[in-house]
């Protein structure tokens, strides 16, 4: 007769919502499970901590592995091992040392990430900077620095402001094009001009890769060893080792192409 009410106290046990807490200051907290985390000032989370939403303004700092449904950074949040989040928002200065996994991260600033990116789709604005890249969709405006392979089925990069490297890039449409950063939006133009005087990228705008594969590529201010697709168009000041295309191939008269072949 007692297992009932022992099954209906569990029960109530489990149901038992999950507490939020404020970090302020330069105060610490030893991580855990919770529903809400905010941390204001330069407080840091010392274990692995997980949460429905975080919250972090100033400069925040999280020793452990952080799995969160949500993830908001205002200022500079630094991560010291991986990142599991559905929604990943940062504005100012993201850093992971581990590996990214997200459905959406939205970035404006700085983002450096020390391991592998897993994202659906990623937009950011300012200075890129990981080891490898899986993505449904990749929107960049400004510089982007991958040492392996981008991947996504749609690749789009406004490079604006500097020197950008990626490695290899594949997708089903990939678009490459010299940005005016920021000539629109007053915002996005300082931002340009902060990144320049801190040195994140020089004052001209190109890409370089080893190999760009895709259905569809347009590119400008590339320079690549291999370019692949069924319809591919090489813009001004561009610089192509070989282009292999299946269907169409359009070449501006400043671009520089060694070799092109239609397979």
Same mark, same amino acid.
């Not at 890249?133 to 991958?146: D, F, P, Y």
């Not at 300082?190 to 801190?198: E, R, S």
């Given at each position: 007769?007692?297992?009932?009410?022992?099954?209906?106290? %569990?029960?109530?046990?489990? #149901?038992?919502?999950?507490? $939020?807490?404020? /970090? !302020? *200051?330069?105060? @610490?907290?030893? =991580?855990?499970?919770?529903?809400?985390?905010?941390?204001?000032g330069s407080g840091a989370v010392i274990?692995?901590?997980?949460?429905?939403?975080?919250?972090?303004?100033?400069?925040?700092?999280?020793?452990?592995?952080?799995?969160?449904?949500?993830?908001?950074?205002?200022?500079?949040?630094?991560?010291?091992?991986d990142l599991v989040a559905e929604d990943?928002?940062?504005?100012?200065?993201?850093?992971?040392?581990?590996?990214?996994?997200?459905?959406?991260?939205?970035?404006?600033?700085?983002?450096?990430?020390?391991?592998?990116?897993?994202?659906?789709?990623?937009?950011?604005?300012? %200075?890129?900077?990981?080891? #490898?890249?899986?993505?449904? $969709?990749?929107? /960049? !405006? *400004?510089?982007? @620095?991958?040492? =392996?392979?981008?991947?996504?089925?749609?690749?789009?990069?406004?490079?604006?402001?500097?020197?950008?490297?990626?490695?290899?890039?594949?997708?089903?449409?990939?678009?490459?094009?010299?940005?005016?950063?920021?000539?629109?939006?007053?915002?996005?133009?300082?931002?340009?001009?902060?990144?320049?005087?801190?040195?994140?990228?020089?004052?001209?705008?190109?890409?370089?890769?080893?190999?760009?594969?895709?259905?569809?590529?347009?590119?400008?201010?590339?320079?690549?060893?291999?370019?692949?697709?069924?319809?591919?168009?090489?813009?001004?000041?561009?610089?192509?080792?070989?282009?292999?295309?299946?269907?169409?191939?359009?070449?501006?008269? $400043?671009?520089?192409?060694?070799?092109?072949?239609?397979?």
């Amino acid at each position: 007769m007692n297992a009932p009410a022992l099954d209906h106290e %569990a029960e109530t046990q489990k #149901a038992k919502p999950k507490e $939020s807490v404020t /970090v !302020r *200051g330069a105060g @610490e907290l030893s =991580g855990g499970e919770y529903d809400r985390v905010r941390v204001f000032g330069s407080g840091a989370v010392i274990g692995d901590l997980c949460a429905q939403h975080i919250r972090s303004v100033g400069g925040g700092k999280f020793r452990g592995r952080v799995e969160t449904g949500s993830l908001s950074i205002i200022g500079a949040g630094e991560f010291a091992a991986d990142l599991v989040a559905e929604d990943v928002k940062g504005i100012g200065a993201l850093s992971v040392k581990g590996r990214l996994e997200a459905n959406r991260l939205l970035a404006v600033g700085a983002c450096a990430i020390g391991g592998r990116v897993f994202v659906e789709e990623v937009k950011t604005v300012g %200075a890129l900077n990981c080891t #490898a890249l899986e993505a449904t $969709s990749c929107r /960049v !405006r *400004g510089g982007v @620095e991958i040492e =392996g392979l981008l991947s996504a089925d749609t690749v789009l990069l406004h490079i604006g402001g500097g020197h950008s490297r990626v490695g290899d890039i594949g997708g089903e449409r990939v678009e490459v094009w010299r940005s005016n950063f920021g000539k629109r939006n007053p915002l996005l133009k300082a931002l340009g001009a902060l990144m320049i005087n801190l040195g994140v990228f020089g004052t001209r705008s190109s890409l370089q890769a080893r190999t760009i594969e895709a259905d569809e590529v347009t590119l400008e201010n590339t320079r690549a060893d291999v370019v692949r697709g069924k319809r591919v168009e090489i813009g001004p000041r561009c610089e192509i080792g070989r282009v292999e295309y299946s269907e169409t191939l359009r070449v501006h008269a $400043s671009a520089k192409l060694t070799e092109e072949q239609k397979i």
